[in-house]
């Protein structure tokens, strides 16, 4: 018979704000949690990964929680780092390599924030291809901006459908009590929020937060005696575009979804009409109505139309991004293990907007400028 | 506090083998672009081979003309080397010979850019060494 790899354990740490805590105590809360969500410790846990902005980042975050694992992973695919490490991980468990791989997210990149605030040094001018995009004055924003614009331009979509995306987030975060922000908004407050970098607005904007989460792959066998109904991991994928240069971007409107989302769901065996909630990146409202084009809920162009009339919210067609998602519960700057462990608590009944008999969840990842994606279709069985 | 810091100069490229020669034309007031020897494919960027035929490239010197693909209006950015220039229009170009490139939109009010309006390139210097290439609204 031929090993499987499960998700067994799930946790956030807390957030969205952690002044008294360090990076690292973030990776340690959300492991430990994530092992007694489990019912293991950190003696069964043989391997390792997690993502991070330093070289021999996961070998640090070894040290620090006295691991000596023999799988070690730290691919940084920016906010989708998290569902490939969860993807490398089912792979090294299904050859045998080991058993139980932990894999974790820490950042305090709001109260760091505060911290340096005022006292930015002289920084190393861009080279090498850098340099062709970063001497305009763009920001992170400016950047999902080009994007929404030419959306719009291509296809008609109106800035009131965005603002659907927000309103829906919003929604959900209300009714989870660790969300940033739970007090409902409308259409009209997204557009007359602050213009940041036309045509988006602060509202379609995500938060920043301190925060982190963990979760824990084993063997479907080793799973058999733990506490948690075990989530299979169906399918898996993931693909790029770019890196940070967005000139360097085929289509502006088509992200690596359009590439991850299909392998996945070939790989699982199934298709968009079978997922019950998604768990999508959304570091803006455009990065939402891209990948529903790209990972084909519906066609590209006409993500403008799918949001509307609250189909992301629970109880509409595609309940999405359930805890509140990074534009209202937390966004700590790689958001991607958020979208994990939410995926897992719906497949398991644990939701704060629990979406009535979820049997099949993705989790959908989108890193750097729009540059890359990967994609996790999760279930409650093998179909 | 960071309020009434002075503004910094714009930022300068980095030199490397790879695109001097490209910032140094800038400075010249001449735009480059790469262009394939087999198949006379155009990138930008630079790099060793074409992308799309993987044969040998060398420069040559753009038109100058293109079309807006998309671009934004930047409204918040605390860099002091563009704060005080609020709002100004950062640009994806289409250049004629078909890569694009990211830029400012100059020599019009932000909210007259338009996507698909032609643009031709200028020239503005940041330092005595740099000068780089900047659209503005086709004559």
Not at chain 1, 171 to 179: E, L
Not at chain 1, 183 to 188: F, G, Q
Not at chain 1, 300 to 307: H, I, L, S, T
Not at chain 2, 59 to 85: C, D, M, P
């Amino acid at each position: 018979m031929s090993r499987r790899a499960v998700i067994v354990g799930v946790a956030t740490s807390d957030y969205p704000n952690l002044p008294d805590f360090s990076e690292h105590q973030v990776h340690a809360q959300a492991a430990e949690r994530a092992l007694a969500d489990a019912g293991l410790d950190f003696g069964d846990v043989d391997g390792f990964a997690t993502a991070g902005f330093f070289p021999m980042y996961a070998v640090g975050v070894c040290e620090y929680l006295g691991l000596r694992p023999h799988h070690v992973d730290e691919t940084n695919f920016g906010g989708a780092s998290f569902e490939v490490l969860v993807e490398h991980a089912a792979s090294a468990i299904e050859a045998g390599v080991c058993e139980t791989v932990l894999v974790t997210y820490g950042s305090v990149q709001l109260s760091a924030m505060g911290r340096r605030l005022g006292t930015g040094g002289p920084s190393a001018p861009p080279s090498g291809p850098a340099a062709f995009d970063a001497l305009w004055g763009n920001t992170l924003v400016g950047n999902y901006a080009l994007a929404a614009r030419r959306h719009m331009h291509e296809f008609g979509t109106a800035s009131e459908q965005l603002a659907e995306i927000a309103v829906a987030m919003r929604a959900h975060a209300a009714n989870n009590p660790m969300a940033q922000y739970r007090d409902p908004i409308s259409v009209e407050d997204v557009l007359e929020s602050r213009m940041i970098a036309d045509p988006l607005h602060m509202l379609d904007c995500c938060v920043i937060s301190d925060g982190g989460g963990a979760c824990v792959v084993t063997t479907e066998e080793r799973a058999r005696d733990l506490q948690r109904p075990a989530v299979y991991l169906l399918g898996a994928a993931h693909a790029l575009t770019h890196h940070m240069n967005v000139s360097q971007m085929p289509d502006l409107t088509v992200t690596a979804a359009a590439q991850s989302g299909p392998l996945a769901f070939r790989r699982a065996g199934l298709s968009p009409s079978d997922v019950d909630t998604l768990q999508v990146y959304d570091s803006f409202t455009i990065t939402v109505l891209l990948s529903l084009e790209d990972l084909g809920f519906c066609a590209k162009g006409e993500g403008g139309a799918f949001v509307e009339a609250g189909r992301l919210q629970v109880g509409g067609g595609l309940p999405t991004n359930t805890d509140g998602g990074g534009l209202s519960a937390c966004h700590p700057g790689m958001r991607g293990m958020f979208l994990i462990v939410e995926a897992v608590r719906q497949l398991r009944g644990q939701s704060v907007n629990q979406v009535d008999g979820a049997r099949v969840a993705v989790a959908h990842g989108t890193g750097g400028m729009l540059s890359t994606g990967a994609t996790l279709i999760l279930g409650t069985e093998v179909p | 506090m960071s309020e009434q810091r002075p503004p910094k100069p714009r930022p300068a490229p980095g030199m490397d083998p790879e695109t001097e020669p490209y910032w140094k034309a800038t400075h010249d007031g001449r735009l480059l672009v790469q262009r394939c020897l087999p198949n006379g494919h155009h990138q930008l960027y630079p790099r060793w081979r074409c992308l799309r035929c993987r044969g040998e490239v060398g420069w040559v010197e753009a038109s100058g003309r293109g079309t807006v693909y998309s671009f934004t209006i930047i409204r918040q950015n605390f860099s002091r080397s563009f704060k005080h220039l609020i709002p100004y229009v950062v640009a994806l170009v289409e250049l004629e010979e078909g890569p694009r490139l990211m830029t400012n939109i100059v020599g019009c009010p932000p909210e007259d850019v338009i996507v698909g309006m032609p643009v031709q390139v200028t020239f503005e210097p940041v330092s005595d060494e740099v000068s780089l290439a900047l659209f503005q609204p086709a004559q």
